[in-house]
């Protein structure tokens, strides 16, 4: 069974969300934030940087969201959250999966950090922003998510932005993504997982 490291308020939720949809358990072992919203020491004797997720499996240590949801999909032989192997959709799929950290969250924790704050937003943080806003409705075009009706590693992988915007209200005009978020919200992965260690974004300080 893999054994999940999970800070709370954490991109760990994503790897809840699917174990969830694939009827997998995990042996979870849950982390408090500190006082200015860190990882406590015991996770950073688990992963040097205080990562979260990590887990563990067969004496492989794994860190990385993106990583860790494609060793999960592996490791089960699960297709249904993949477009089909070697087709366009699969290499877009791809992208966008690793878009979500390598490209997109720098730009929406610009916008995330001084509201968490309590701090107004800079304009130039909101306009950067809503150019990767705008981006993402393209990619949603006509469907309810990504890649159509069904949730993907893809969707999976941005919804925790996706909630942080949400929690402090950084959608701005760009309703397909409030409707986008809307449809996640109401996946059986993500309640399952909201109910095992609750919301994904934080209060606001």
Do not use: N
Request: one cysteine or more.
């Amino acid at each position: 069974m893999i054994k999940l490291h999970a800070l709370k308020y954490s991109r760990a939720t994503r790897v809840l969300w699917l174990l969830a949809d694939l009827g997998q358990p995990c042996d979870r072992v849950d982390y408090d934030r500190t006082d200015d919203f860190g990882a406590p020491e015991p996770l950073k004797r688990v992963h040097p940087l205080g990562k979260s997720p990590v887990i563990e499996d067969e004496g492989r240590m794994i860190a990385e969201s993106a990583t860790i949801l494609r060793y999960i999909v592996e490791k089960y032989g699960d297709s249904t959250h993949c477009p089909p192997k070697g087709t366009s959709a699969y290499w877009q799929h791809d992208g966008v999966l690793d878009y979500v950290e390598a490209s997109f969250a720098e730009v929406a924790l610009q916008a995330i950090m001084p509201a968490f704050g309590g701090e107004p937003v800079p304009e130039e943080a909101r306009t950067a922003l809503g150019v990767h806003l705008d981006y993402l409705t393209q990619l949603i075009g006509e469907g309810s998510m990504l890649f159509g009706d069904r949730a993907m590693l893809a969707d999976i992988q941005l919804s925790y932005i996706i909630a942080l915007l949400a929690r402090f209200d950084l959608l701005g005009d760009h309703p397909t993504i409030a409707t986008y978020w809307d449809t996640l919200q109401q996946q059986p992965g993500y309640r399952a997982a909201m109910q095992a260690v609750g919301p994904m974004a934080p209060p606001a300080q």
